[in-house]
């Protein structure tokens, strides 16, 4: 099992950054894919980026050129950093541990961007 636990969520002003740190604990060898998720109020969750053991990333759309996925495996450790934050980039955030037959989610920060 991969235990996981998410920080750096908290309230920015639109134009803002922040970085989300995913620290990941347990059988840190079995994973092959961190991602980092998104549910806003009344939406449907959905994936903002993912990066697998060999470093490759997957972005949606709309955060494409503005947010940046990467994972430090010496730290155990995978990061978001979010620049030109929207308003509509406010959400709950989780990170999302993917092994062959198995997945753990993290227990979420929230980003608040306000205009």
Known sequence: QVQLVESGGGLVQAGGSLRLPC?????????????????????????VAAITSDGITNYADSVKGRFTISRDNAKNM??????????????????????????????????????
Do not use: H
């Open 23 to 47: 620290a990941a604990s347990g059988s840190i060898f079995s994973i092959n894919v961190m991602a980092w998720y998104r549910q806003a109020p009344g939406k449907q969750r959905e994936l």
């Open 78 to 115: 995978v990061y978001l950093q979010m620049t030109s934050l929207k308003p509509e980039d406010t959400a709950v955030y989780y990170c999302r541990a993917i092994g062959s037959s198995w997945n753990n989610w993290g227990q979420g920060t929230q980003v608040t961007v306000s205009s």
